[in-house]
């Protein structure tokens, strides 16, 4: 997108400037994609066309019978991910293996190649899927079904083969069954490898604007790319040289492509404009809750097991002062409280006032150490909704889970993300899981937030996060990113929050997308 640099005026019932504190206005005004006043409308007016007059061009005006808010930004997402979703096969309603296979005889036809798919969860179906319920369906492709959290998946025999995995040997990121055969559960690493040849030969480009229309037609406007592959990462190049990129995006890397990177790394993190930025690279302590792969310090309560150890604070630390020498900021994937300390002691060895993302289960001594070191942390408000099972799942520990205001209360720099696609991407789903907590109410209320609270956190929030200053915000020298409602969210009842529905989505003063 080039700024455009006649004045815009953006006008609407109400124009929220910023949360924390609470402001509004009735417009702003912007030329080149930054605001350069916000005030009243008369005023805006008279600004616009003062600013018209001397640069010899004719305001335009953008008036909405609507409330205006800091376009959403969220910190932590996957972008082509989120893209490639929409054509895979949607399995977060299934509730029994049954239904599974059901929806899979019904969808595969349509895959020439690989057949892929997202969204199952084995405690809705009461067990674990396995390659020979795919077999069943699915014997002469490769079939790969990512579990909702990203962090395991299933696969058939066929695609076993395709990937080496049905020879002599074994993997600690592959489940064996009692005869020593793979069941087709794959973690981790294996998982991601899984689904990486699914993706093979995809249009990057392609994934990328599909996820981005989804991001714009819920108001985001700023995200912070995670994981992103070599392939996604050329994506994003063509996208942007294109001028077709319209959400500005912040992409943390994978290691494995940072590796591949080597010294170029320092140019690489310079590439780009206020649309595209590669800022950071992303690493990974251990992996989800609802896959028991998080790693804790005692035992789950519902299984023997601690989760995975992805990696140990000396590696990270390592790790952190490479990205560091290279102008990179590094994200650090820790959802157990053993990963968290674990990522912690490494983030401290390495002097790197970096980001955790999602520090699910976090106890007050983690609490005071990550602000200590000061860092930013990226948390995920819808988790709270999805993850019903906590209480079974750890017991006691349920009540330091996703501790939103104690984080806020120790100085902690807080930000909202939605993890998309592990996470619906409306930004009000999450704020209103932030304020009713969801199925963990009953034993985590006292951490709720309030509405204002909670706009700030996936507004300006999320861009601190970001180390963007001018996202999140309406003021004087912010980008004019603006998401239009048809309600105000401060003044509707809670219940009716997710439901409140983008108007039109603004980035840098020209309008994005509109509903019609």
């Known amino acids: ?185 794959l973690y981790e690493e294996e998982a991601y490898r899984a689904y990486e040849r699914a993706r093979q030969g995809a249009d990057y480009v392609k994934l990328i604007l599909r996820g981005q229309e989804a991001l714009l037609r819920n108001g985001v406007t700023m995200v912070g790319a995670m994981d992103v592959s070599a392939g996604e990462a050329a994506g994003l190049v063509a996208a942007w040289r294109s001028g077709l990129l319209r959400v500005r995006t912040r992409a943390y890397i994978s290691w494995s492509l940072f590796e591949q990177l080597s010294t170029a790394g320092a140019a690489f993190a310079s590439l780009g404009d206020d649309m595209l930025r590669f800022v950071g690279i992303k690493l990974y302590m251990d992996g989800s809750l609802g896959a028991r792969t998080a790693w804790l310090r005692e035992p789950y309560s519902d299984a023997n097991t601690i989760g995975k150890p992805l990696l140990d604070s000396k590696r990270l630390a390592q790790r952190a002062k490479q990205a560091q ?118 034993v985590t209320k006292s951490e709720s937030l309030d509405v204002e609270t909670a706009m700030h956190l996936y507004t300006q929030g999320s861009a601190l996060v970001l180390g963007e200053t001018r996202a999140g915000c309406l003021e004087s020298g912010c980008y004019a990113d603006v998401a239009i409602l048809e309600s105000d969210p401060l003044e509707e009842t809670i219940e009716i929050l997710p439901d409140i529905r983008v108007v039109a989505t603004i980035v840098g003063g020209e309008v994005a997308w509109r509903r019609v």
């Open 1 to 185: 997108m080039r700024p455009n640099l006649c004045p815009v005026v953006i006008g609407a019932q109400r124009v929220y400037t910023s949360f924390k504190p609470t402001r509004y206005v009735d417009a702003i005004v912007a030329i080149a994609g930054t605001i350069i006043y916000a005030g009243s409308l008369d005023e805006a007016n008279r600004v616009a066309a003062r600013m018209a007059s001397i640069l010899g061009c004719r305001a335009r005006h953008e008036i909405f019978d609507g409330i205006a808010v800091p376009g959403f930004v969220d910190a932590h997402m996957h972008l082509a991910s989120l893209g490639f979703e929409s054509e895979g096969v949607d399995l977060r309603s299934v509730d029994s293996i049954d239904a599974l296979k059901t929806i899979l005889a019904r969808e595969a036809e349509r895959f020439s190649g690989w057949v892929y798919g997202r969204g199952w969860d084995q405690e809705r179906m009461g067990s674990w899927p396995t390659r020979y319920d795919l077999d069943d369906i699915v014997p002469d492709k490769p079939v790969v079904l990512m579990r909702v959290c990203g962090h395991v998946a299933v696969v058939n025999t066929r695609a076993l083969e395709e990937l080496g995995l049905l020879k002599t040997g074994r993997s600690e990121y592959v489940d064996y069954g009692c005869d020593g055969s793979p069941t087709g559960i």
């Open 325 to 442: 020498s290279r102008g990179f900021d590094v994200a650090v994937h820790a959802i157990g409280d053993a990963a968290l300390a674990e990522a912690l002691r490494g983030l401290e060895a390495s002097r790197c006032r970096c980001r955790i993302e999602h520090a699910s289960l976090a106890t007050p001594d983690l609490i005071d150490y990550m602000s200590r070191l000061g860092l930013r942390v990226a948390v995920q408000p819808r988790f709270v909704v999805s993850d019903y099972w906590a209480v079974e799942r750890l017991g006691d520990r349920a009540r330091w889970v996703y501790p939103f205001k104690t984080m806020l209360s120790r100085g902690i720099q807080l930000g909202f993300s939605s993890d998309a696609p592990v996470e619906p991407v409306n930004p009000l789903e999450g704020v209103y899981a932030a304020v009713t907590r969801g199925a963990l109410a009953s």
